[in-house]
């Protein structure tokens, strides 16, 4: 959730012109010029409360710093340190603004169903050692008859307005009033869109969103259908996106047998005629590339379009960057006296990246279907490696996405989304 907090802050300027959302979390902003704050140390204050109708309901105070190049520069949203208290308390974020900032950007996050308090926001900005010297906020304790300064979305889970029902400082705090909220259900997790397959031998699990062509979306290594959170909203209002859990991941079954690559492509292969399915398009991140790959060369007639994110084709060093080798081997070690069958399973699909897969690139020459080979400019999959897939696929096309790493769909997914969609139109 860290994750999606920070994406949907750093899309908040835009959020804010657009129609309400419907979201299980929101936030409220404040924007200040940062150029007499550059390089200077800070610390922010605000008062907060919470009346929790679900345990899980939470809020948090939040600062970030946007830069001049418009990278996101000092970030921290206090998710490691969630506020439930029904008292009031405050909460501090201690900090440095970057060298090269160009906002201080700051306010609060809640999330979930219920009543969220905040009050009495103040700044200080480091004037010498140890020294610090307060920032004048305007309304930062709310006691004005409107919201000037600060802003927020309509979001149709929460309402906000200024109360005098209770206040840390003065006689009003902003009131977050989320008593009406419904959670809303999640990919990899969502019972309406879920089903269970029957394919050699093991219950497949998999989830259907949109209408239209047949769009099949294959996860990474220890991964599930929730990974392809940001993908399946935008790729459903074009397509039938048919999310899976590879079997021995998620909700998804295994029998025992030696986890490869090739079985994940059986699996697929089976699946799609389960659904009656006789040609989809592809879209398989990491190891679900891998897959991806190896389905578009044994079962050439069932995908129509490939696009693989940050796949490879074998495994050694000139494959993927050496880091990978010492992850796995520190990961394997931490699992050694694991005996439960998580652990079990954790520690055999690691041990599969050790060894798998074990195709050439001169296999690839029997995919005919358009392919787009991607991954990032830092991905793990070196790109030596990735230019050798493109380029032994009869036009294929490469795109090494710059700055990206290997989870530029989770990173960046309007980017990803957009280079995937506009491939599949132009095909």
Not at 63 to 83: A, S, T
Not at 84 to 97: D, M
Not at 326 to 342: F, V
């Amino acid at each position: 959730m860290k994750k999606l907090l920070s994406c949907f802050i750093l899309l908040f300027p835009i959020l804010l012109h657009a129609q309400a959302i419907n979201s299980s979390w929101g936030a409220f902003i404040r924007f200040m010029n940062a150029d007499s704050f550059a390089g200077k140390k800070f610390r922010l204050e605000a008062a907060v409360k919470v009346q929790a109708i679900d345990p899980k309901a939470e809020a948090g105070v939040w600062v970030r710093v946007d830069k001049v190049n418009k990278k996101m520069g000092f970030f921290y949203n206090m998710k490691d340190k969630p506020i439930r208290s029904n008292n009031w308390a405050v909460y501090t974020i201690n900090g440095k603004v970057d060298k090269d900032a160009a906002q201080l950007v700051f306010g609060g996050l809640y999330e979930g169903k219920g009543i969220f308090y905040f009050d009495h926001f103040r700044l200080w900005i480091e004037k010498g050692k140890n020294e610090f010297e307060e920032v004048p906020l305007s309304n930062g304790d709310f006691e004005a008859d409107t919201l000037e300064s600060w802003h927020y979305t309509k979001n149709l889970n929460f309402a906000t307005t200024l109360t005098t029902d209770t206040a840390f400082y003065g006689s009003k705090s902003i009131k977050i009033d989320g008593t009406l909220f419904k959670k809303q259900p999640e990919p990899g997790a969502n019972d309406s869109a879920g089903n269970y397959a029957l394919v050699n031998g093991v219950k497949i699990y998999y989830e259907s969103y949109g209408t239209g062509e047949p769009l099949l979306l294959l996860h990474g290594n220890s991964q599930s259908i929730g990974s392809f959170a940001p993908q399946i909203p935008a790729f459903a209002q074009k397509y039938r996106v048919i999310a899976v859990d590879t079997r021995g991941h998620g909700k998804s079954g295994e029998d025992g047998k030696t986890y490869n690559y090739d079985l994940f492509a059986e699996d697929m292969n089976a699946l799609l005629d389960y659904l009656h399915i006789d040609s989809a398009r592809i879209v398989g991140w990491s190891d679900g590339g891998n897959t991806g790959l190896i389905m578009a060369m044994k079962y050439p007639a069932k995908v129509k379009q490939l696009v693989t994110m940050g796949a490879n084709v074998f495994i050694d060093k000139t494959a993927v960057d050496k880091i990978v080798f010492k992850e796995i081997d520190h990961q394997l070690k931490q699992l050694k006296n694991d005996t439960t069958s998580w652990g079990k399973n954790r520690a055999r699909l690691l041990n599969m990246l050790l060894t798998e897969p074990h195709h050439t690139f001169d296999d690839l020459k029997a995919i005919h279907c358009p392919v787009l080979v991607m991954a990032g400019e830092k991905d793990l999959v070196l790109p030596g490696h990735t230019k050798g897939i493109a380029e032994h696929i009869q036009g294929g096309t490469l795109l090494i996405a710059p700055k990206e790493t290997h989870d530029y769909p989770s990173q960046n997914a309007a980017s990803f989304n957009k280079a995937v969609l506009d491939f599949f139109e132009k095909r």
